[in-house]
């Protein structure tokens, strides 16, 4: 039951309690009190379909933020490490780029030594992270 219901029913118990709103001074102050309790109600129902249009416009407003974050944060910081990350190889030291064949086949050729070796995965990339937060 909304406000607004409750109302409508208090007025429908005064109107069958017959009260005279004209001679009676108690039944006048009823039905004043059931008049403004009226506006009250209408007051209250409107600012909670106020409330709930300014919430969708947060929500819509929000979600546009969370796009901008993501253009404007991963861009530059989270690209690169999406398309290839490095590992050191083991026998000469130097940093090469893993690429897609690379993780496809879970081996990896140095150029700088000749040297083949399987790729941990895992471990490379926790420790990638590790370097791009220092
Ligand atoms: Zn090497």
Redesign the pocket.
């Known amino acids: 039951m909304t406000i607004s219901e409750k109302v409508a029913y208090l007025k429908g118990l005064a109107d069958g309690l017959a009260i005279d709103t004209e001679k009676s001074k108690e039944g006048k102050l009823i039905h004043e009190i059931i008049g403004i309790l009226e506006e009250i109600g209408m007051s209250i129902e409107d600012l909670e379909e106020a409330t709930v249009a300014l919430g969708e416009e947060i929500d819509a407003v929000s979600d546009d933020l969370s796009d901008v974050e993501d253009v404007v944060f991963d861009e530059d910081e989270e690209d690169d490490d999406e398309d290839f990350f490095t590992v050191e190889?083991p026998?000469?030291?130097?940093e090469?780029v893993v690429d897609e064949d690379a993780l496809v086949e879970g081996m990896i050729q140095?150029p700088?030594?000749?040297?083949t070796f399987a790729l941990d995965l895992s471990d490379e990339e926790d420790e990638e992270d590790e370097d791009e937060k220092e």
Do not use: I
Request: include cysteine; proline fraction near 0%.
């Open positions: 190889c026998t000469c030291g130097k090469l140095c700088g030594c000749g040297d």
